[in-house]
């Protein structure tokens, strides 16, 4: 299926483009700004969506990246300081120019013991005979099983490390080819989405997205659009061959890949 005509992302981004003073774009990185790669630290940004994205940060009335990378990390990778960061799946919030991220409390509480328990992972020899990566997160961390030999093998292994973690009364979430450890902390992308727009002031928002995670800050924009703290929300899903199907039944505007969504950029500044 071909992405949208620039017909069609003109009348789906009307609510926004209308009044972009008084509206909020979301997007997530992975998968959506970056394309997905075999390891997280080579993931790069495409210097033309940060470009648009700087541009779209002095029109609009609210812009931020969400991930479930730390807040610094995701403002490293995308490379813009005049808009927001929302890190850790929700539980951190990085605001334009500042240093320093808004962390809660009780998911940094827990930060230790997510250590203590991925350290203990990493003495099973069967970790490095499978090629597993762990991928540090602050008090998230996460074992990634993509592109390595037997991909199979490590994800059947990883089951057992989800069981053990949620024995240890730890959080678990599987992404694409992905593991993470979370601490036992409710938390999530639409959690995050929420805070910040109702501090905000907006009256519309997108969000864009292509993964499990994102799915939190969809339902989030229709709630708040429900409840009447929103006139409009519009939810881009970013279709992929491994992304959930849901990302696409659930969106109200379909694109495909990491260009499709540059396509939605461009159009929000037009």
Not at 50 to 79: D, F, H, N, T
Not at 191 to 201: A, Y
Not at 211 to 239: K, P
């Amino acid at each position: 299926m071909s992405d949208p005509t620039a017909e069609t992302l003109a009348e789906s981004l009307r609510p926004l483009t209308t009044e972009p003073s008084r509206a909020a774009v979301f997007c997530d990185i992975d998968g959506t700004l970056a394309p997905i790669v075999n390891r997280p630290e080579d993931s790069r940004v495409p210097e033309e969506a940060s470009v648009v994205l700087s541009k779209l940060g002095r029109i609009y009335g609210c812009v931020a990246c969400v991930s479930g990378r730390p807040a610094a990390e995701a403002r490293r990778l995308v490379g813009v300081g005049g808009v927001a960061y929302v890190g850790s799946h929700g539980a951190e919030l990085l605001e334009p120019g500042s240093s320093t991220p808004q962390l809660l409390d009780a998911f940094v509480s827990w930060e230790g013991r997510v250590c203590e328990f991925v350290d203990a992972q990493q003495e099973d020899r069967d970790l490095k005979l499978l090629r597993i990566r762990i991928e540090d997160k602050g008090p998230i961390k996460a074992f990634h099983w993509r592109d390595v030999p037997d991909e199979e093998a490590a994800e059947q292994w990883l089951e057992n490390v989800a069981q053990e973690a949620q024995r240890s009364k730890l959080e678990i979430h599987w992404g694409r080819k992905v593991l993470e450890i979370r601490p036992p902390v409710p938390v999530d992308k639409g959690q995050g989405v929420t805070r910040m727009l109702k501090s905000s002031g907006v009256r519309s928002a997108l969000y864009g997205g292509d993964d499990v995670t994102d799915l939190d800050a969809f339902d989030a924009l229709q709630s708040l659009v429900a409840s009447g703290d929103l006139d409009a929300a519009v939810c881009v899903g970013v279709r992929s061959t491994e992304g959930p199907r849901a990302i696409v039944e659930q969106a109200d505007l379909v694109v495909d890949g990491v260009s499709g969504f540059r396509d939605v950029l461009l159009a929000l500044v037009k």
